[in-house]
């Protein structure tokens, strides 16, 4: 029998159902709440509100557990790649070989972009930062491919943009970070995998040979699969909304892309190292910034800590953890940034203020230290970012309007003035 709670308003007893998902997940439907009682609930920041039901990522916040349609984000990150996991979030299952080679033949067809793309380019300041450039071109998109305009276009249409924004993205993102220091852009090369292509665009120079390391490679790879989904954050959930008013789906993730930026998002991972750099220029006092997080009156938060879902501990971040080791042995970088990342944890994990809270690393806290490994300019970290989630956003905006979910559209409750007369400017 089907379960459900009740609330009592003013007297009167509401019975509403409850939705149970398959991980035995439990939520009150209160959506005709309303209706029944004259009510609305309030949740700013939606700590507790679901807003779908949804079949791409399962996530428990309490055991640490991240999965994508069922896989275990530690065993795709080990034995999978990025473009086969984009198909499986996308498509709801890991593809044949058939499927696969498809799949990547037709994103290796469309990573040209129009050449009138580069005017657009140009006409910004080499001081941008290359998420406001990228999330521009991606909107320009919608100016190339007008039919994605078209809120009623047919299945076989939407997979071509689907294909178009995953062949693409890592185009103009590289060529983003090209405009900044003034390169020339280059083109894609087509005889490389998804990953080692987009590293040619962003650190090939035309008149040098480039070859692709393969430790960079793989491990750029890997963390592109630890982004690729995160179920309803901030920039999902702004895909999603923007995408359920018919929007474009260019429009939709270029909105995606605006939401990650912030620093309490994807922006972490930037403002991560530059906290690190900080504590170094400072003079490695891990204690003194600690004291700064935890005192209420500075505005600074210890970057790259502390997580909405997670309470345990971000199984992302523990992957990412032990990569940051390998890679950078493997490259035989020695970055001092590292060690002070580790005393920071350590502090942090040892210190009551954070215990209590739950405040743990998550998935920003060392993916910055192996971007710079890798030689990516700190600006371009979230870019990373937005590219690894690029397949998660794109999943969850297929979904949403198969389901034909209804337009987003938040109540509130009113605390502004009650209704007065206008008064004339003269007689105020
Ligand atoms: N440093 C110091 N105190 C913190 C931190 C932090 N990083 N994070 C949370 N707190 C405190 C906060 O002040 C509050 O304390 P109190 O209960 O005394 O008022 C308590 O912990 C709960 O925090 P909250 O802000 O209510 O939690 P939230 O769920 O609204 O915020 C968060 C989550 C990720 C925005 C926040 O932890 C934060 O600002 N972290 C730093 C930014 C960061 O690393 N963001 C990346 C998140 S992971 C990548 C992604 O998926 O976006």
Known sequence: MSQTAE??????????????????????????????????????????????????????????????????????????????????????????????????????????????????????????????????????????????????????????????????????????????????????????????????????????????????????????????????????STVRVVGSSHASIYASISAGINALWGPLHGGANQAVIEMLEEIKADGGDTKKFLDKAKDKNDPFRLMGFGHRVYKNFDPRAKIIKKAADDVLAKLGVNDPILDIAKGLEEAALNDDYFVERKLYPNVDFYSGIIYRAMGIPTEMFTVMFAMGRLPGWIAQWKEMRENNEPIGRPRQIYTGENERPYVPMNKR
């Not at 190339?144 to 924004?165: A, G, H, M, Q, T």
Request: proline fraction near 5%; aromatic fraction near 8%; charge should be negative.
């Open 7 to 236: 609330i009592k308003v003013d007297g009167k007893t509401i019975e509403l159902p409850i939705i149970e998902g398959t991980e035995n997940e439990k939520a009150i439907d209160i959506s005709k709440l309303r209706g029944q009682s004259g009510i609305i609930t309030m949740d700013p920041g939606f700590k507790n509100t679901g807003s779908t039901q949804s079949s791409i990522t399962f996530l428990n916040g309490e055991e640490g557990i991240l999965r994508y349609r069922g896989y275990d984000i530690a065993d795709l990150a080990e034995n999978s790649n990025f473009l086969e996991v984009s198909y499986l979030l996308i498509y709801g299952a890991l593809p044949t070989q058939e499927q696969y080679d498809k799949f990547q033949q037709e994103v290796t067809t469309h990573t040209m972009v129009h050449e009138d793309i580069k005017n657009i380019l140009d006409g910004f300041p080499s001081i941008s930062h290359p998420m406001g450039v990228l999330s521009s071109l991606i909107c320009s998109l919608t100016a190339f491919y007008p039919n994605s305009l078209n809120p009623n276009r047919s299945k076989s249409e939407i997979d071509l943009s689907i294909i178009r924004l995953l062949a693409k993205l890592p185009t103009l993102a590289a060529w983003s970070y090209k405009h900044k220091i003034g390169h020339p852009v280059n083109y894609p090369d087509n005889s490389l995998d998804y990953t080692s292509r987009f590293l040619k665009m962003m650190f090939g120079l035309p008149a040098e040979q480039y070859e692709v390391d393969p430790v960079v490679a793989k491990a750029l790879d890997q963390l592109l699969i630890l982004h690729a989904d995160h179920e309803q954050n901030c920039s999902t």
